[in-house]
Protein backbone atom coordinates (compact mmCIF):
# COMPACT_ATOMS: atom_id res chain seq x y z
CA UNK A 1 0.00 0.00 0.00
CA UNK A 2 1.43 3.28 -1.34
CA UNK A 3 1.00 5.71 1.86
CA UNK A 4 0.54 9.33 0.73
CA UNK A 5 2.46 12.27 2.90
CA UNK A 6 0.28 14.53 4.81
CA UNK A 7 1.54 18.29 5.26
CA UNK A 8 0.56 20.55 7.70
CA UNK A 9 -0.68 22.58 4.22
CA UNK A 10 -0.77 26.04 6.44
CA UNK A 11 2.73 26.04 6.08
CA UNK A 12 3.81 24.03 3.36
CA UNK A 13 5.88 26.09 0.20
CA UNK A 14 3.29 24.85 -1.95
CA UNK A 15 0.57 26.80 0.40
CA UNK A 16 3.12 29.89 0.16
CA UNK A 17 2.96 30.01 -3.46
CA UNK A 18 -0.66 29.27 -3.56
CA UNK A 19 -1.03 32.71 -1.18
CA UNK A 20 1.43 34.17 -3.24
CA UNK A 21 -0.63 33.70 -6.67
CA UNK A 22 -3.54 35.03 -4.55
CA UNK A 23 -2.24 38.13 -3.37
CA UNK A 24 -0.28 38.60 -7.26
CA UNK A 25 -3.90 38.04 -8.49
CA UNK A 26 -5.41 40.77 -6.24
CA UNK A 27 -3.05 43.20 -7.41
CA UNK A 28 -3.53 42.45 -10.99
CA UNK A 29 -7.21 43.07 -10.49
CA UNK A 30 -6.56 46.37 -9.05
CA UNK A 31 -8.27 45.61 -5.34
CA UNK A 32 -7.18 46.52 -2.30
CA UNK A 33 -7.76 44.12 0.92
CA UNK A 34 -10.29 46.49 1.97
CA UNK A 35 -12.20 46.31 -1.43
CA UNK A 36 -11.84 42.54 -1.93
CA UNK A 37 -13.11 42.40 1.93
CA UNK A 38 -15.88 43.98 1.00
CA UNK A 39 -16.67 42.20 -2.06
CA UNK A 40 -16.93 39.30 -0.29
CA UNK A 41 -19.07 41.04 2.99
CA UNK A 42 -15.86 40.49 5.08
CA UNK A 43 -13.91 42.45 7.42
CA UNK A 44 -10.27 43.19 5.97
CA UNK A 45 -8.88 41.06 8.29
CA UNK A 46 -10.61 38.17 6.92
CA UNK A 47 -8.09 39.11 3.58
CA UNK A 48 -4.82 40.10 5.55
CA UNK A 49 -4.81 36.75 7.77
CA UNK A 50 -4.99 34.10 4.20
CA UNK A 51 -2.80 36.47 2.85
CA UNK A 52 -0.19 36.07 5.58
CA UNK A 53 -0.71 32.50 6.09
CA UNK A 54 -2.94 32.90 9.61
CA UNK A 55 -5.57 31.49 8.03
CA UNK A 56 -6.34 28.81 5.95
CA UNK A 57 -9.15 29.21 2.98
CA UNK A 58 -10.73 26.32 2.20
CA UNK A 59 -12.22 24.82 -0.94
CA UNK A 60 -15.33 27.26 -1.44
CA UNK A 61 -14.04 29.73 0.39
CA UNK A 62 -11.10 30.06 -2.75
CA UNK A 63 -13.91 29.81 -5.15
CA UNK A 64 -15.68 32.84 -3.33
CA UNK A 65 -12.32 34.95 -3.47
CA UNK A 66 -11.88 34.37 -6.78
CA UNK A 67 -14.99 35.08 -7.90
CA UNK A 68 -14.84 38.35 -6.41
CA UNK A 69 -11.97 38.59 -7.85
CA UNK A 70 -13.10 37.80 -11.41
CA UNK A 71 -10.66 35.35 -12.01
CA UNK A 72 -10.08 31.63 -12.92
CA UNK A 73 -9.54 29.45 -10.09
CA UNK A 74 -9.09 26.89 -12.10
CA UNK A 75 -6.21 28.74 -13.84
CA UNK A 76 -4.95 29.67 -10.24
CA UNK A 77 -4.81 25.70 -9.56
CA UNK A 78 -2.97 24.91 -12.75
CA UNK A 79 -0.16 27.30 -12.50
CA UNK A 80 0.51 26.38 -9.04
CA UNK A 81 0.96 23.14 -10.16
CA UNK A 82 3.14 24.09 -12.82
CA UNK A 83 5.31 25.71 -10.52
CA UNK A 84 5.73 22.30 -8.87
CA UNK A 85 7.37 20.75 -11.72
Given at each position: ????????S???????????????????????Q???A?????P???????????????????????????????????????L??
Amino acid sequence: MNAIAVTRSLFSEKYGRFRRLLIKARKEAGLTQVALAQKLSRPQSYVSKYERGERRLDVIEFFEVAQAMRIDPFNVLRTLNLLDK
